[in-house]
Structures are given as C-alpha cells and as structure tokens.
C-alpha cells in the first residue's frame, strides 16, 4: 500500500546505464506523452562503463551493435574504451535530455504491484538523507544489468591474508593504484584478465596472466577497415545500418555454427589464434579451451595486443591451479611460485537480477525462480514489468532496443485499448523448461538456479538470435499467444495510463 501522495509515474525506469538511458529516449521519441523517472542507485549515470576503472577497460564487442540504433557510433574505432562509451551514454542523455529525468542516489528496494490499484508501488532509498521513499507508476521498466554492484565474485584462496602486497578485484579499482616497475599477476582467463594483462604491460615490471584454464580467444582489427570503407562512401545513415547488420550477422552466424559444428569452429577459432602466436608459443597448454565454443563468452582482443606483449615478453602466461598465496605471491599445484607485488583477482561478476529488488504481486513475494520468462523480457505472473537484459552471444544493446521498442507498443496498445493489465501467462505444465542463460560460464552456473526458466519455444524461449527476435518483438503480434490483457475493475476509463 502507497504512502499518502507518492509521486506518480507513467513509467518507472531503474538503472541510468546503457540501458536504462536507451530506454528513457525511446519512451521519449515513441510514447511522447507518458510521464517518466530513472530512479539511480549510484550518484553517476553509465552503469558498467562508469563503474569499473580497471586499466585498459574496453568493449569486447563492436560499438555499432553496442551502440544505440537510434543514435549511431560515429567513431572509425570500433572496439572502444570504457571513458568513450561513458561519453557517448552521457551524450545520449543530454541530446534527449533523459539527464533531468535522473534521480540519483535513489536505491530501489521493493516493488509492489497492486492490481486493485493497477500501480506498482516502488520503494527507494536515499542515499543522502537514509530515508526510504515512495513512488508509484504503471509500468516498471528494471533496466539494472546483470550483476550486483557491490559484491564482485572474489573467492577465498588459502593463505591469503599472509600476502604482504596488494589483492585487487577489477570491479573495486583504486583510481591511484601505482603499478610502476612492480610485478603483477592477473588470476583468470575472461574478457577482464585480457583486456588488463596488456593494458598494465607497459608500466609494470611484468605482468602473469594465471588462468586455472584456457579461453577462446580471436583477435580483430580496433578500427574495422569495412567500417572505413562504408563510412567513406555510402550515406552516414546506410552505412550505420550496414555495418550494424553485418555486425550482428557475423556474430549470430560464429555462435550457430559454434553450436551446429563445434568441432570445425573450435579448429576456426584456435586456427586463428596460432596465426597470432609468437614462435616458441603452442596451442596446448595456454590457447586450447577445454570447452565447446560458444558455450561460454569468447574474448576479443583488438590488434592482437596480448599476443603482442607475449612475443615482448613483457607479460607472460601460466596455466595451473592455485594451492595458496605466500607471503611473496602464489604456490601453484605444480609446485611452481610466482612471485607478485600485485595479484589482481579478475574472478568475475556475481549475477544479480533486478538489482537486488523484492518484488510482490498483490501481496505476495514473487521467487523468480519459479516464473518463466516471456519474449527474453516480462514473467509469468508478473503485470506491467519488463526488464532489459542484452544478448550473452552478442551485443547487449542489439537486444535492449529491441525491448523498449516493445515497451512503448505495448504502452500504447493498452492505451489505445483502455487496458490497465498486461500479464505474461505460464506456458503449459507440459512445456519443458530450462535455464534462462544457457552459457557454462561460472557466473551464470553460481546463480542461474535463482533466475526465471525458459520454454522449449517462442514465445517463452531465449532465442538468442537477432534476426528472429526482429520478427518476435519488433513485428509480433502485441495480443498473442502467452499474454493476457485486461482492465481493473475499478477503473474504466482507457486513458488510465496517463493519469
Ligand atoms: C567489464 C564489462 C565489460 C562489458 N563489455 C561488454 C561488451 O563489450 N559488449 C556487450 O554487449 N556487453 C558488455 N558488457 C555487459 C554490459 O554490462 C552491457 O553492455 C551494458 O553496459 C549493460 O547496461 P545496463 O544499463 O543494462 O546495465 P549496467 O551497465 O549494469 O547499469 C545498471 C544500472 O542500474 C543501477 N542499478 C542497479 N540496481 C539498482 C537498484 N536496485 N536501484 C537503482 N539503481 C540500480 C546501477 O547502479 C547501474 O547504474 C560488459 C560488462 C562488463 C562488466
């Protein structure tokens, strides 16, 4: 139940990240007249490319697909810098003036849903007076990525309290971390450990990259030189468009064929990788995954730059099994010792769903657990909510836009229909269900099991594909199969939503 006279929204926003800004200027172009807040737990907008610091910190995938359809990447460089993709989300923001619908310092804690009322009402906390506040919208909209802010993956290594140098985690950087001239050892093998082991190359006295094991890596061009070309020639708008399908298309077309011949892609990827090795460097013990590719992330390195500070030998690479930190660095199970200043635990994220948010449904507390997800974006059970969660197999705003264009249709069905609810229906007892991710990865295995379920087909199923989802949520049907519409008893009228 409301406080007495919460501020009352249209639309509720969580998150002022990529996604959260996307959403904001989509609301804004498509559905011109609804009221809108960005409720912001952190005092900054840009989620993720705000928050990690770590040197070197970069996309992983090309910005024409990271970036926004409606407004696109400008730059040659397609593999862009963490400060870069801040600006152009504070771009973004300022060009749809989304800025000044930010609340900052606003923690959402709780979301209730009444359907007597056909509101949400949402509590958040302030951080800078420490009380809770109420709001209440229609529509929510959780826009929170995908892993807690506070609590990065760090395990604990025996002996590690007798470590007399640093323990960093990537996701806590200290801005003035002095790295010159020491030795540093980066533990882990994802996206975070290639990106930092040659960033911190050229100021470290050397850098370790300690994997437990091997991941598919592939080196591409920083500056697409098809980008160049399309950018020179063809009109800005068809050479945005261009390169954002040829983009999208390349990497759906890696991760089916990953699934479809693994044994061919894994000979592609590792083929590839020994083009860039340098000599004296085999595939085994370092470059050869033990997995399938494609059943977790692959990592891109631009220009092949830690191929590049391998052949220096300003970093090197070492593949074991940690037995315990010493007061001088690390015991592997091989008996070896490395010796480090700096140990940098690039161990990972912790997945978080909604950021952290309790949700009820008239009064009742929803385990996601038990719900099944509708189009990669609404629950079972769950009214007027859909929350933005980008591709794992491509860029996560190919996926984002795509939801908030759905978003804003499905606002302005329900207008142009007098609906107050849309509700996502389970599909059959008799559908088989499995996990909403479906990558081995070891963030997604720790947490999966609190995540919703997905359906064995459209539309409760994750397809992961970019094109199908285009002829899903862009063109399907808004009153198809798993969704029901429906107006309070209470209220009649149809421009409820703009109330
Ligand atoms: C290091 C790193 C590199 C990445 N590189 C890529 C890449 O190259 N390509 C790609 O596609 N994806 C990449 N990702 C995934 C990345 O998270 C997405 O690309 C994208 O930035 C997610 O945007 P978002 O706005 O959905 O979430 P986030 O960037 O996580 O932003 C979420 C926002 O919601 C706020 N929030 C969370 N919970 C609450 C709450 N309860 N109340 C109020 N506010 C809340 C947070 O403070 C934050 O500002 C990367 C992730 C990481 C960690």
């Not at 593999?79 to 801040?86: L, S, V």
């Not at 209440?136 to 826009?143: E, G």
């Not at 261009?242 to 061919?264: D, E, G, V």
Request: with cysteine; aromatic share 10%.
């Amino acid at each position: 139940m409301a406080a007495p006279n919460p501020e009352h929204f249209d639309v509720l926003i969580v998150g002022a990240g990529l996604s959260g800004v996307g959403a904001g200027s989509h609301l804004t172009t498509r559905c011109p007249g609804k009221s809108f807040a960005i409720l912001e737990a952190r005092d900054a907008m840009g989620g993720t490319w705000d928050l990690f610091r770590y040197p070197g910190i970069r996309s992983d995938s090309d910005m024409f697909t990271l970036g926004y359809s409606f407004r696109p990447w400008k730059e040659a460089k397609a593999i862009a810098d963490g400060p870069a993709i801040r600006e152009y989300i504070h771009e973004t923001a300022a060009e749809y003036r989304i800025d000044e619908k930010i609340r900052y310092g606003h923690r959402v804690v709780r979301a209730e849903w009444s359907s007597d009322e056909s509101q949400w009402t949402v509590d958040a906390e302030r951080s800078d007076t420490g009380e809770t506040v109420q709001f209440t919208c229609s529509f929510l909209f959780p826009c929170t990525g995908y892993y807690h802010y506070d609590e990065p993956y760090a395990p604990a290594f025996e002996g590690m309290e007798r470590f007399d140098g640093q323990v960093i985690h990537p996701q806590l950087w200290p801005e003035d971390l002095e790295y010159d001239g020491k030795r540093v050892v980066v533990i882990g093998s994802g996206a975070t450990a290639v990106t930092i082991v040659p960033a911190m190359a050229d100021r470290a006295e050397h850098v370790t990259m300690l994997q437990r094991s091997p991941s598919y890596i592939v080196s591409l061009p920083a500056e697409d030189p098809i980008a160049k070309l399309a950018i020179r020639v063809l009109p800005k708008r068809f050479a945005y468009a261009f390169l954002r399908w040829k983009n999208a298309l390349l990497t759906q077309a890696s991760f089916q064929l990953s699934r479809r011949a693994p044994k061919a892609m894994r000979a592609l990827f590792l083929k590839g990788v020994e083009r860039h090795l340098p000599p004296g460097f085999g595939l085994d013990p370092h470059f050869s995954p033990r997995y399938g590719p494609w059943t977790q992330r692959v990592c891109l390195v631009p220009d092949g730059d830690l191929f590049d500070v391998l052949a220096s030998g300003e970093a090197s690479i070492v593949t074991d099994d940690i037995e315990t930190f010493t007061e001088k660095g690390l015991t592997l199970a091989s008996g070896a010792e490395l010796e480090a200043d700096v140990i940098i635990t690039a161990t990972g994220l912790n997945m978080q769903l909604l950021g952290g948010l309790t949700v009820a449904v008239d009064g009742e507390e929803i385990d996601f657990a038990g719900t099944v997800g509708y189009k990669g974006m609404m629950f079972s059970g769950i009214p007027n909510l859909a929350i933005a969660l980008g591709y794992t197999n491509a860029s996560w705003t190919l996926k984002c836009d795509l939801t908030c264009e759905y978003v804003c249709r499905l606002i302005n069905h329900m207008d142009e229909q007098g609906y107050t609810h849309c509700t996502p229906q389970r599909p059959d007892a008799s559908m088989e269900t499995s996990p909403f991710i479906d990558l081995t990865s070891g963030y997604v295995l720790r947490s999966i099991d609190q995540f919703p379920k997905q359906g064995s087909r459209a539309p409760w199923r994750m397809h992961q594909n970019y094109p199908r989802d285009i002829l899903l949520i862009r063109r399907g049907d808004l009153e198809g199969e798993g969704i029901e519409f429906s107006r309070a008893r209470t209220v009649q009228t149809p421009d409820r939503l703009a109330a």
